[in-house]
Structures are given as structure tokens and as C-alpha cells.
């Protein structure tokens, strides 16, 4: 056991050691500067604009990048849409898997388009080579990229003293792609590859177990796929396991490497942030948050399964191993603990345990990370989100000293709370308006068979696969049978709200900040870089969410814990 908890520091050192130059390169990226990587991506990058007609030195405002933005994803859904409803005979199916219905198509694309991958159907038999990589694939790529382009756009915001244009989203957006996705992507996708993960167009081959048994493994483009899944934080797995799969995710190393790589990204842009603006503080100020944060999650959920399942000890059972079900042998309890917080932080959402054999308080703490969706996050989005609770930790830290609310030289005025306000409700709101909508649904009709496990454990699977879907994560409680209108609906327009507002508000905010007249910093300016503030900001997250979820959490998780013990 202390290996595996060696191993778990290890990873979370590695990444932080390898975050910090690598934000400085992604700040170089977006800042136009010299890179080692110019004399390989400039000719690529050059084709692009020219091919496409974008003008590299058209500059755009933020309602331009946001409709830029828009469009350009409006695009991709309904290519999505044609793909997944016609991958049945389309080319590239050697396991004639069949096309999705109609519902089913309208929940991936929209999952994969939003950087969800919120997945109800099964990788192996639910998507055909052509779909993983032409749709699938290729949205990991520009799902990632238009959050890290859209945090791009909200870095110049808050740079320039006064301006209009805030760069051009069309170039932000595949210097994210060509940069920086797809060289990390590519180190990643050869890592697993050296380690057994599939990587060919070859159908399912049959095999003979030791124990007498025919059985069908699937093969195919899995290696690139899942680099990009998890350098992208996007987390839809190529076999239905998910990374508990052995040809996902095979040994302790490329467990450690996948950890790595979801991580990096999002660890990164902080750094990215600071190299940018020039503010070096105001960014550890905001890794220290953060870093809290998870560190609050993280060090009892490892806890909690590393202790074991305390009604499987009442039978007099070895529980040293710690509670093992739904976990492989090959990472054990606590390194499995670990991840599961990383993906639902990070809101990655890839598993390598199933979430639903976690004990309750573990659980608890996963739906907290997917809560609050402001520690570390996703690509770009992490930090947009945490961008919403520092406007709000700015007014408030204003009101509470006698102060004009500022940051970074803006003042911070109604028209700018209202927007903050109004996405830091939304993620709440759909949360517990669909956990509600479907409880009420279930017990008007309890034989309509979503749920296994009745009761808290139940309502906690409805509760886990709502928040999952607000923010963008992907993971869930598999213990809920989704794939059915029902869930396939209602999870599809909770995953168009909570992905394109959160993005929406702080580009507003930061652009309607950056036409305003600066302000030069004095000695009764709001210091933001301090850990004063950033205790501040961590309050203001804390009180929203326990205001908002803990109801909730005492039907489900908490009940569960009480129940178990």
C-alpha cells in the first residue's frame, strides 16, 4: 500500500514538474512567439489559413469570436449526426455494427461535440472505425481546441488596458490543435502502442482463454484515440470499459502516463496564464486554489478505498487490499481512488474503476468535483469557469472593504455580476432540475428500468449522471440504464447549456472589461494575486456549492454512507 500511495505522489509531481514549462510554451503559442516547433508547424499552419481563407491578421471582438465559435460547432454536430446515424453502412465496419437511432445519435454527437463524451453505448459494438476516428476522434481534437481557443480570446481581454479585438479564434484555435494537442497527443498515442494497445483496422479475432473459452477481442485505431481522449480531457473510451480495459490502459505505467497526460493540459494553462498576462502570482494564486481544492478531494476519497468496504469486514474478510470491487488488481485501491478524482476535477471522465462500486463518501466526493467544476477542469473551460468565481470574489471582497470592485484594472459593475451570477446558477440549476424530472419520472413509472441499485445508491446514480452531463465530464454511475429517450433527450440539452453558456459569459465579461477605461493600480487597489484573495475565492466556491448541492448529496451519497455503516 505505501507503493501505491509513492505512485500517486510520483504522478501528481511528474505532472506539476512537466506543467510549468509547458505552460510557458502554450503562453509562447498564443503570444505569436518563437517556439523550437515553428520550422514543422508554420508550413501546416500556413496550408490551413490559405485553404480555408482565414486571415491571420483579422482581428476579431468577442461577439465575432463567439460567433466564429458557434457556427463552427453548429457544423460539426450535424456532420456528427450524419456519421452516427449511417456508420452502419458507411465504410470501415468490418463488425457490422449497426447505425445509432436517432436519439442515441443526438446524445454523442452532442456528448462528443461538448467535450462530454458522455457515452450510452458500449465502444466495441456501439461505433464502427469509421465513427471513432471521423467523428469521434476528430472531435477530440476541436472540442479540446475551441475551449482552449475560447480562454485564448478571454487572455487578451485581460491583457489590454483598453481594446475592441481580442485576436481571431479561427488562429487560436488551430494553433491549439496543431501546437499543442496533437504533438502530446502523438508522445502519447506511441506510449501505449509500445504497450500493447491496438493500433490497425483489423475486425474482432477470436481467441481461446486458459479456461477453455471462445472469445472475440476487439482490435482498431485505438492507441490514437485514446492519447487524444485524455490529452484532450474529453474521456470517451474506445472499448466499453473504458480505461480499465487491459488494451486501454495495460499496466502501472500507462496508468501513470494517462493521469498524466489528462492533467497536464489544464495544469498547464494556469502557468500559460501567468507567462501571458505577465502576472506570475495571480497564477500560483490561482494553482494554489485549485491545487486545495483537489487536494481536499483527493487525500479522502484514497482514504476511504484504501480502508475498505466496512460491511464486508463485519464477515470477517481480508479487506487489506481495500475495497476492490469494480477494481482492476493491476492499480489497486489507491491509485484507482486517485483517479477518480483527477477525471471528475479535471472533467475528463475516463474510468479505470467503475465509479458505481465506489464507497459512498467516495462517490460523494466525485459528484463535489463535477460540482464546484472550477478545480483545474477542462481545457480552457477550467479556467473560464474559475473566471466566473473570481468576478464574484471581486465584487464581494469590494463590498465587504469599502472598495470599488476592479480586477486587473476593470472595474467589475452590474452588467458584469448579473452574467457571473447567472452561470454560476446555471450549473446548479440544471443539475437539480434533471435529478428532479427524472425522480419524479421514475416513481410515476418504477417498471421503467433505469436503476439497479433502489433507493439512495439509486438516486444517487440519477443525481451522478446529471452532473456529469453540467460539467461536460462523461463519467457515470453504470448502474442507470441511460440509453433511452428519456435520458438520451434530456442529457443532450443539459450537455448544449451547460457547454456553450459557461463559454458564453466569460468571453462577454471579459470583452465588455476590456472596452472599459483602465485603471491604474494604486494603494487602494484590490491586491487579486494574494492568498488572502485566493482564500477568498475558494470561500466563494465552497459556500455556492454547499449551498446549492448539500440537500442533494444528504438523499444520496450521504444517506448511502449512514445505510453502509
Not at 451 to 472: D, I, K, Q, R, V
Request: glycine share 8%.
Amino acid at each position: 500500500m505505501n507503493t501505491e500511495l509513492l505512485g500517486i505522489i510520483a504522478t501528481f509531481v511528474i505532472t506539476l514538474v512537466l506543467a510549468i514549462p509547458f505552460g510557458r510554451y502554450i503562453g509562447k503559442v498564443y503570444a505569436g512567439e518563437h517556439t523550437l516547433l515553428d520550422p514543422l508547424f508554420n508550413p501546416i499552419e500556413k496550408l490551413f489559413f490559405k485553404v480555408s481563407g482565414i486571415k491571420v491578421e483579422q482581428e476579431m471582438d468577442w461577439k465575432q469570436n463567439l460567433v466564429a465559435l458557434l457556427t463552427i460547432n453548429f457544423f460539426w454536430f450535424l456532420l456528427a449526426m450524419f456519421i452516427l446515424m449511417n456508420q452502419g453502412w458507411l465504410p470501415w465496419n468490418p463488425d457490422d455494427n449497426p447505425s445509432m437511432t436517432a436519439d442515441l445519435a443526438f446524445n454523442t454527437a452532442i456528448s462528443f461535440l461538448v467535450n462530454c463524451n458522455l457515452q450510452h453505448y458500449s465502444g466495441e459494438t456501439g461505433a464502427t472505425y469509421f465513427s471513432q476516428i471521423f467523428c469521434f476522434m476528430f472531435l477530440h481534437f476541436v472540442s479540446a481546441a475551441t475551449g482552449m481557443a475560447a480562454l485564448a480570446v478571454v487572455f487578451n481581454a485581460m491583457k489590454a488596458q483598453t481594446t475592441s479585438t481580442l485576436g481571431n479564434f479561427y488562429v487560436y484555435f488551430i494553433k491549439s490543435n496543431t501546437r499543442i494537442l496533437l504533438p502530446l497527443a502523438a508522445v502519447v498515442a506511441i506510449l501505449l502502442a509500445l504497450n500493447g494497445t491496438p493500433m490497425n483496422i483489423e475486425g474482432k479475432e477470436t481467441l481461446i482463454t486458459l479456461q477453455g473459452d471462445s472469445v472475440q477481442i476487439s482490435r482498431g485505431p485505438a492507441a490514437a484515440l485514446i492519447a487524444i481522449k485524455h490529452v484532450g480531457t474529453n474521456g470517451g473510451g474506445y472499448f466499453g470499459a473504458n480505461s480499465a480495459h487491459p488494451l486501454e490502459n495495460a499496466n502501472y505505467v500507462t496508468n501513470m502516463v494517462e493521469m498524466i497526460a489528462q492533467t497536464i493540459i489544464p495544469v498547464a494553462m494556469i502557468f500559460a496564464l501567468g507567462y501571458y498576462l505577465k502576472r506570475r502570482k495571480l497564477a500560483w494564486m490561482i494553482f494554489g486554489v485549485m491545487t486545495v481544492g483537489f487536494l481536499i478531494l483527493v487525500i479522502p476519497t484514497v482514504y476511504y478505498e484504501v480502508q475498505g468496504n466496512p460491511a464486508i469486514s463485519k464477515l470477517d474478510v481480508d479487506i487489506s487490499a481495500g475495497a476492490m470491487e469494480g477494481k482492476e488488481v493491476r492499480f489497486g485501491s489507491a491509485a484507482s481512488a486517485y483517479w477518480s478524482i483527477v477525471t471528475t476535477v479535471i472533467s475528463t471522465g475516463s474510468v479505470n474503476a467503475m465509479h458505481d462500486s465506489s464507497m459512498p463518501l467516495s462517490g460523494l466526493n466525485q459528484m463535489l468535483a463535477m460540482m464546484v467544476n472550477s478545480f483545474y477542469g477542462g481545457c480552457g473551460v477550467g479556467i473560464l469557469n474559475f473566471y466566473i468565481f473570481i468576478i464574484v470574489a471581486v465584487f464581494i471582497s469590494g463590498l465587504m472593504v469599502g472598495r470599488t470592485p476592479e480586477f486587473l484594472g476593470k472595474k467589475i459593475e452590474a452588467k458584469e455580476m448579473k452574467i457571473a451570477m447567472v452561470i454560476a446558477l446555471l450549473h446548479p440549476f440544471l443539475i437539480l432540475a434533471g435529478t428532479a424530472l427524472s425522480s419524479f419520472v421514475i416513481t410515476k413509472d418504477p417498471t421503467a428500468g433505469w436503476l439497479n441499485n433502489p433507493g439512495f445508491h439509486g438516486f444517487s446514480e440519477m443525481l451522478y449522471e446529471y452532473t456529469s452531463s453540467s460539467a461536460n465530464n462523461g463519467s457515470g454511475f453504470e448502474g442507470l440504464g441511460d440509453n433511452n429517450p428519456f435520458w438520451n433527450i434530456t442529457t443532450g440539452l443539459v450537455l448544449i447549456f451547460s457547454r456553450f453558456l459557461p463559454i458564453i459569459g466569460p468571453v462577454a465579461i471579459a470583452g465588455i472589461l476590456a472596452n472599459k477605461k483602465y485603471i491604474p493600480e494604486s494603494a487602494g487597489t484590490l491586491k487579486t494575486d494574494t492568498a488572502t484573495f485566493g482564500v477568498m475565492v475558494f470561500a466563494v466556491i465552497i459556500i455556492l456549492a454547499l449551498l446549492s448541492f448539500f440537500p442533494a448529496l444528504t438523499l444520496g451519497p450521504i444517506a448511502e454512507y449512514f445505510s453502509v455503516r
